[in-house]
């Protein structure tokens, strides 16, 4: 995550004029949490619309130095700082927090927040790109365990030696907390592309049809193989096509088996999550990356309460999609042809 936020309101027609007409869209496009994201909004009073614009970009602002793991004031930087001190946190960050250690805990530490050491040896907190050792990665993947993660009310604190990251939630957290700003606003329908796959659809599009999302086909990331269809939803992909780096021939990806601290290589090449929370679906499509299909397919039967939706690309292509999902998914243009492997 960096520091600088660039935004840039690119369509702005009715705001701008001043008129009030209805349902003109607002898009704006804002880097933050490393990532590129576009949001259009549609409401029927422009200056309401233009309220929650500013309000969102303040929000977005503010998570991005709250959630920061490269920022030097950001809480997480100040955790990771800690030396085993209690450190204050803002309230909000505590709540993602323990959001984040429950969904560590369900996974059985398939997500684990403390992975950091092992993702910056592998260098991709800064893109300088390194294997390391086995002897480095036992000592790194001994060292990972949320459960040593004391949060007392706001106050946080880690063991000496140990960070945390919360790369793998950060940006379904600040989905969720756009879109109850959204629907706290008079805007019924908005798209929240949060970048690198995590996108929450508020309403239906304008007409009252469904949002229709597509799935990067990991085998050809400038195409999509699939198109879900969202109202009121949000949905997540974790693949190893989104960040990875290659060495003498073989490819190693941002996606780490905690128990190895090495890339998770469980035959998936992707999965994507589609849940009501953006949360949900940022954290468990990391986690079901590392799982692997039939332990993600399980999780999947064991846990209605997280409601939740998953479709899985194999890295030999084959496609699987959980039964919920029936009557929302369906195979892009191109791709008809494919096989889909329903589980129940
Ligand atoms: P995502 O793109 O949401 O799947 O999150 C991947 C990011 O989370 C990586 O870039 C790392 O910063 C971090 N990470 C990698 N592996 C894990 C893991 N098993 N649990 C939690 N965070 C992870
Ligand atoms: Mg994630």
């Known amino acids: 995550m960096r520091k600088r936020i ?7 027609a009715a705001l701008l004029s001043g008129c009030k007409r209805a ?3 607002v898009k704006f496009t804002t880097f933050a949490m490393d990532t590129v994201m576009d949001i259009t909004l549609y409401g029927q009073d422009s200056d309401k619309t233009a309220a929650v614009y500013e309000t969102l970009t303040a929000q977005i602002s503010a998570l991005d130095s709250a959630l920061s793991v490269t920022g ?8 990771n700082r800690g030396s085993g001190a209690p450190v204050e946190v803002a309230p909000g960050t505590a709540q993602l927090l323990s959001q984040a250690l429950e969904l560590c805990r369900v996974t059985e530490g398939a997500l684990d927040i403390t992975a950091y050491p092992a993702v910056k040896a592998w260098g991709f907190t ?31 604190a880690l063991p000496d030696g140990m960070e945390l990251d919360l790369g793998a939630v950060a940006k379904g957290c600040a989905g969720d907390i756009l879109a109850r700003e959204v629907r706290d606003s008079d805007i019924s329908s908005a798209l929240l592309d949060l970048g690198q796959s995590t996108i929450v659809a508020v309403g239906a599009k304008p007409g009252g049809q469904p949002w229709r999302i597509g799935v990067v086909d990991p085998a050809q990331p400038g195409t999509y193989f699939a198109v879900v269809e969202l109202e009121d939803m949000a949905m997540g992909t974790s693949g190893g096509y989104q960040r990875y780096f290659e060495q003498d021939g073989a490819i190693y990806w941002h996606i780490l088996d905690p128990r190895t601290a090495a890339p998770a290589r469980a035959g998936l090449a992707s999965v994507t999550v589609v849940s009501p929370s953006a949360l949900v679906c940022d954290g468990l499509s990391t986690a079901l990356f590392v799982m692997g299909l039939d332990e993600g397919a399980q999780f999947w039967r064991d846990h209605p309460e997280l409601e939740f939706e998953a479709i899985f690309v194999a890295e030999n292509g084959e496609i699987y999609c959980t039964a919920g999902l029936e009557g929302r998914f ?3 243009e191109g791709y008809e042809a494919r096989e889909v492997v329903v589980l129940e």
Do not use: M, T
């Open 6 to 12: 660039a935004c840039a309101l690119l369509v702005c």
């Open 23 to 25: 349902a003109e869209p």
């Open 72 to 79: 030097e004031d950001s809480d997480i930087a100040r955790i």
């Open 126 to 156: 800064v893109g300088e790109h390194r294997v390391p050792s086995k002897e480095e990665l036992a000592a790194l993947a001994a060292d990972i365990d949320y459960a040593a993660v004391q949060l007392e009310g706001d106050a946080v």
């Open 330 to 332: 369906s195979l892009a």
